[in-house]
């Protein structure tokens, strides 16, 4: 499920098509989990008298704070994806306003990739695109296998690459 056709050009073509990382979702998922277990024990503990009310505000306080806290994050996550065609790179994003930054890949100077100690147990990293507009460098954050986006980026930016015009070194066993 990528980009939709009519928004490509007439030859072309999708090379890859990304969201976010997951790991986004887990903060919002721990938080579903606590406010889940503090909503129960809230209206459990309602005294009495305040039952039927005081039971429903804690539920709506609930509701608000799960539509805040989880619901939000999840939407962000879901609508933010990453686009690179044969021609441009892509991002996209937005709930209600949407977002979307079209980066031909003829004004791409150079591409580079970071990864953390955690992004790298994730599969995951930021990738970096320097532009020769005014913009300088555009960060993907949370990019998935940013090893292999690298690679295919740096094959639609440079061709592909020939090992025969390499030197061939003696290897070392």
């Given at each position: 499920?990528?980009?939709?056709?009519?928004?490509?050009?007439?030859?072309?073509?999708?090379?890859?098509?990304?969201?976010?990382?997951?790991?986004?979702?887990?903060?919002?998922?721990?938080?579903?989990?606590?406010?889940?277990?503090?909503?129960?024990?809230?209206t459990a503990?309602?005294?009495?008298?305040?039952?039927?009310?005081?039971?429903?505000?804690?539920?709506?306080?609930?509701?608000?704070?799960?539509?805040?806290?989880?619901?939000?994050?999840?939407?962000?996550w879901r609508?933010?994806?990453y686009t690179?065609?044969?021609?441009?790179?892509?991002?996209?994003?937005?709930?209600?306003?949407?977002?979307?930054?079209?980066?031909?890949?003829?004004?791409?100077?150079?591409?580079?990739?970071?990864?953390?100690?955690?992004?790298?147990?994730?599969?995951?990293?930021?990738?970096?695109?320097?532009?020769?507009?005014?913009?300088?460098?555009?960060?993907?954050?949370?990019?998935?296998?940013?090893?292999?986006?690298?690679?295919?980026?740096?094959?639609?930016?440079?061709?592909?690459?020939?090992?025969?015009?390499?030197?061939?070194?003696?290897?070392?066993?």
């Amino acid at each position: 499920m990528g980009l939709p056709s009519k928004l490509l050009g007439s030859d072309e073509r999708e090379v890859l098509h990304t969201r976010t990382h997951g790991k986004v979702l887990f903060w919002p998922a721990v938080g579903l989990v606590l406010l889940g277990a503090g909503v129960g024990a809230g209206t459990a503990l309602i005294p009495t008298a305040a039952r039927p009310l005081g039971q429903l505000a804690v539920a709506l306080v609930g509701v608000l704070l799960a539509l805040w806290w989880c619901v939000v994050p999840f939407l962000r996550w879901r609508t933010t994806t990453y686009t690179l065609t044969d021609r441009r790179l892509i991002r996209r994003s937005g709930i209600l306003n949407r977002l979307s930054l079209d980066l031909p890949l003829s004004r791409v100077n150079d591409v580079s990739s970071e990864r953390s100690l955690a992004d790298r147990l994730l599969r995951c990293g930021t990738l970096y695109v320097q532009t020769a507009s005014e913009g300088g460098t555009i960060a993907l954050v949370d990019v998935p296998d940013v090893e292999h986006v690298h690679q295919v980026m740096a094959e639609l930016l440079y061709g592909a690459h020939d090992s025969s015009d390499e030197p061939s070194w003696p290897e070392h066993g």
